[in-house]
């Protein structure tokens, strides 16, 4: 594993040192590779994609976010009965899931530009439709409509994320990857302060709106990212190489990467020019589960389930925890929320960004499950707090699961589920990574209610078992991604079973 490392860190090396004088010369879709993994050009554009890649994950967050404060006026406004919430409630994550399975596939199929713009349409018309939906059922259309393009958004946006940053140093992949974690907890951040801003202008005779303008304001970042992908998005330069377009991938290295490069015809290696390694296929989810990436892809579920399963319980049921702990209004509850994301959950994530590249992800992650195992079992024993001081520790517990969540699981989760797999497998890998997580998210959010109204805080024990289960698969799988040139370990792999046929 370490060859693999060291000897594409001198290729990078040498890759640094002929920049500025000569055009780089392009023989094969490894040699693209380690053209992105040395780093970007100076003033070239690959920042500003990896920021319209995170304003995808944006939209998937707020999306997912929007409804939390607005289910109770929709149920009154239409009357609906307990099972219609819960289908109104859960479209959008059965959207998702369905989203992801056929994103990833398509994301290494057609490749990653054409999905990330196909997506953006989805949230428009999908935002719109919920904001105007006339009864229940347009809008459990309109939000499982929208959820599929929450899936479909992922498997691309992390594709952006990994194949447009260096593999080492600062602002590494990993770091890249795990900057979807604070662009998360911004997004619904900006949902509380939206709802904050609509409940504190609206008369109360119109608070009934105030879920509908929620929900119609995603299409507005959606159709900004709409604006801006002429000048900006251009196609993975990786995946354009993997496709055997060498050509194409040298004119984005120069166009978002600000590298000069060109393509000569035939490889001392003996590989055919740009032939790609892997080509995308449905079969290719076996391959997920070969000897090379089994360990990969069961650490990188395992972590993805338990953090969404235990988070989605925390967040979903902040509100009625928080309404427990202060006996307040809507008012408080919504200040409360919002102040715990951003002081906990959003800081945490920037510490997860800052720290992938130098303290690596299997550490942080099993850190961030620790604290947030001893936060659950400390608020499965406080249980409803009565006492002044005990509710400020209660706070603190919650707001402890949130940092660990934002430092810890939830920004490597991605990292495990992108940086696991190389660039020919990577929409399939996060795709099926997402299909388990939001299925997980999706029992969470159906059992909590249910556990909640027979356990009460006791509910607490059984949140616990879910960064326990992840702890001890860390603590039995101990695989780094951070650092780690995976596309070399393919290019690699290629290379000996084409030598093996022949």
């Not at 702990?325 to 920037?350: E, R, S, W």
């Not at 850190?367 to 209660?394: D, E, N, R, T």
């Not at 920004?411 to 589920?417: E, L, R, V």
Request: aromatic share 10%; glycine share 10%.
């Amino acid at each position: 594993m370490s060859s693999v490392v060291v000897a594409s860190t001198e290729v990078d090396a040498q890759t640094r040192a002929k920049r500025g004088a000569h055009p780089l010369v392009i023989r094969s879709a490894q040699d693209v590779s380690r053209i992105v993994n040395a780093g970007a050009a100076k003033g070239s554009n690959a920042r500003v994609v990896i920021a319209i890649a995170l304003g995808g994950v944006f939209l998937d967050a707020y999306d997912l976010t929007s409804l939390a404060y607005g289910i109770k006026d929709i149920a009154r406004q239409f009357a609906l009965s307990p099972v219609q919430v819960g289908f109104v409630s859960s479209a959008i994550t059965f959207g998702a899931i369905l989203g992801a399975l056929f994103g990833g596939y398509l994301t290494d199929r057609i490749g990653r530009y054409r999905v990330f713009m196909a997506d953006m349409l989805f949230f428009v018309v999908a935002a719109i439709a919920a904001g105007l939906a006339p009864n229940a059922w347009v809008l459990g259309g309109a939000r499982f409509l929208m959820g599929f393009g929450v899936g479909l958004d992922l498997p691309v946006a992390m594709a952006f994320l990994a194949e447009f940053s260096r593999v080492a140093g600062k602002g590494n992949k990993a770091a890249s990857v795990a900057a979807w974690c604070p662009a998360w907890y911004a997004a619904t951040s900006t949902c509380y302060l939206l709802i904050l801003g609509l409940y504190a202008v609206l008369p109360a005779h119109q608070l009934g709106w105030l879920w509908r303008l929620t929900l119609a304001f995603g299409a507005v970042p959606a159709i900004v990212i709409i604006l801006v992908r002429s000048r900006y998005i251009s196609e993975s330069p990786v995946w354009a190489a993997n496709q055997g377009d060498l050509h194409e991938a040298a004119r984005i290295l120069k166009r978002s990467y600000g590298v000069d490069a060109v393509v000569e015809q035939g490889n001392a290696s003996g590989d055919q020019p740009g032939s790609a390694p892997r080509a995308a296929s449905w079969r290719n989810f076996g391959v997920l589960f070969n000897r090379t990436y089994r360990n990969r892809t069961i650490l990188a579920a395992v972590i993805g389930s338990a953090s969404s399963f235990g988070y989605n319980a925390i967040v979903f049921g902040l509100p009625v925890i928080i309404t427990s702990f202060f006996h307040q209004g809507p008012l408080t509850t919504i200040i409360a929320a919002l102040a715990l994301n951003l002081v906990f959950a959003f800081v945490g994530g920037l510490i997860g960004v800052r720290t992938a590249p130098t303290v690596g992800a299997w550490k942080m992650t099993v850190l961030g499950h620790s604290l947030q195992f001893v936060s659950l079992i400390g608020l499965a024993l406080i249980g409803k707090p009565g006492s002044g001081s005990l509710v400020v520790f209660a706070i603190l517990l919650l707001g402890g699961y949130l940092f660990g969540q934002g430092f810890g699981p939830g920004s490597h989760s991605m990292t495990y589920a992108t940086l696991s797999y190389p660039t020919s497998l990577r929409g399939i890998g996060v795709g099926f990574n997402q299909t388990l997580t939001r299925s997980a998210s999706t029992v969470s959010l159906f059992l909590f209610p249910v556990l909640a109204a027979a356990l009460g805080t006791k509910v607490f024990w059984v949140i616990a078992i879910a960064p326990l289960t992840a702890l001890l698969v860390l603590l039995a799988i101990r695989w780094e991604p951070s650092g780690y040139d995976i596309d070399a370990e393919d290019y690699a792999e290629h290379r000996s079973m084409r030598s093996a046929a022949h």
